[in-house]
DNA sequence: AACTATACCGGTATTTGTATCGCGCTGATC
DNA sequence: GATCAGCGCGATACAAATACCGGTATAGTT
């Protein structure tokens, strides 16, 4: 009847994404890169480590902007099983 | 210092989401996308009418692999001024 | 050694996302 | 005209997203 916590392999999902997008970022630092995305150091340190697993969809957006990857390509290496 | 409400901006950018996704979805019911996408109706009818103007991102991605469109598709319409 | 820059983590605070329930409305069918 | 299904909204409940602060560690510079 109410949120329910997010499962294991949501977690993992997030961890992906955030593997992916640190990769992407390459030399460039965090908060640079957070500063140009518009959101702060901690947040994209988190999002990086997996430690928001799910972050809204304007927030990966402008880093996908900023970092330059295309939105579409982050979403198809992350979407595992989705059964049923 | 803590989290900042949203500004009117990103309220409207989230109703520009959702007029969007509404128009994407069509004559498909709200009850099967929403089902398809792996979320309940009520959510994605919040979103469709803009009272979730920051959804997750995996969210979306659920939705726009239902719904066939493509994610970078719906971000490009939706970068509004994003100035500085 | 002191200083600086970058990174990580834990805690705290507030807003938002998501789910369920209940009520009202409309349209179709009986 | 009663019933039923589907859509919409408001309220409620809890988990999560995001931001800031303080502390810690590591590497590079002077």
Known sequence: MVRP????????????????L???RGD?????????AGMSAETLRKIETGRIPTPAFF????????????L???????TPATPA
């Not at 997010?6 to 994404?17: D, F, K």
């Not at 579409?72 to 992350?78: F, N, T």
């Open 59 to 70: 927030t990966i957006a402008a880093l996908a902007d900023v970092l330059g990857v295309s």
């Open 5 to 20: 916590s997010l499962t294991p392999e949501e977690r993992r999902r997030g961890e992906q994404l955030g593997l992916l």
């Open 28 to 36: 460039r630092s965090i908060v640079e890169v957070a500063a140009a």
């Open 72 to 78: 579409d390509h982050l979403a198809l290496r992350l």
């Open 22 to 24: 640190r990769d992407v």
